[in-house]
């Protein structure tokens, strides 16, 4: 990424439209007698959906590459839009969208914390191990969309 002034704080926002997933279980399968660990494809290709839109960003924003290598520190907060269920009524609905009704179903919030994490490296910063602060909440609202906002000098 492009160095800015020493001490100025950098930042990257960007959302993942659609209903979200979280980081599924590893599978295993044995090929000639050895256990091998694959991720899904349906996992491979959400991680590739937020590798995307944080790719676009950083091309908008003029970064080209992730942040140098011995960088630290990023900071990043994931916020889950939920729509609400079809089945709420009105006034739920309104309560729902007014934060005084939570969403408390899957996916788990550590689960859909993991997939952007390792979706965002290489793209955002070289490795997840940078990460230094991490927020993340989930919400109802009238859509389903991720947004993930990223801090780092």
């Known amino acids: 990424m492009q160095n800015s002034e020493k001490g100025s704080l950098n930042v990257l926002h960007f959302s993942v439209p659609g209903e979200v997933r979280g980081q599924g279980r590893p599978r295993a399968i044995i090929r000639a007698g050895h256990a091998a660990v694959y991720e899904t494809a349906k996992d491979r290709s959400y991680k590739g959906l937020i590798q995307h839109y944080a790719y676009e960003e950083l091309r908008r924003m003029g970064y080209e ?6 960088a630290c520190g990023f900071s990043v907060s994931i916020a889950v839009y939920m729509r609400c269920p079809q089945s709420f009524s009105r006034k739920k609905k309104e309560a729902a969208l007014e934060l005084q009704i939570m969403p408390c179903r899957k996916p788990d ?35 389903d969309k991720v947004a993930v906002t990223v801090f780092w000098r």
């Open 65 to 70: 590459s992730p942040a140098e290598p011995d």
């Open 109 to 143: 919030l550590d689960n859909i914390a993991k997939i952007y994490l390792d979706a965002m490296n290489g793209v955002v910063y070289p490795d997840d191990r940078m990460v230094t602060s991490l927020t993340v909440m989930k919400v109802f609202s009238d859509s």
